[in-house]
Nanobody
């Protein structure tokens, strides 16, 4: 079991910046990758950014060049630096951890943090 605790959401004006943080607890040795997803009002959950233990990253096209994901393996944290925010970035952001133990893979989710970007 992995528990994820997020922080850092809030209200920001367009072109502003926010930093989201997520700390993992529990069976952290089994974590293979961590990342961030978001769900905008009326839309489906979608990948924002993702980083494997080896450092390979994957970003949604809509955030490339504006958002940066980083991990601190010693602290078991994953951060998302969001710059040049747009109103369309408004969503609930969820931290995700993918664990792998043998042939079993599981996804764990944080409670979600709201990000609202005003015009």
């Amino acid at each position: 079991q992995v528990q994820l605790v997020e922080s850092g959401g809030g209200l920001v004006q367009a072109v502003g910046s926010l930093r989201l943080s997520c700390a993992a607890y529990g069976s952290i040795y089994s974590i293979n990758a961590m990342g961030w997803y978001r769900q905008a009002p009326g839309k489906r959950l979608a990948l924002v950014a993702h980083m494997t233990n080896g450092g390979t990253t994957n970003y949604a096209d809509s955030v490339k060049g504006r958002f940066t994901i980083s991990r601190d393996n010693a602290k078991n944290t994953v951060d998302l630096q969001m710059n040049s925010l747009k109103p369309e970035d408004t969503a609930v952001y969820y931290c995700n951890a993918l664990t792998v133990q043998g042939i079993r893979a599981d996804d764990y989710w944080g409670q979600g943090t709201h990000v609202t970007v005003s015009t």
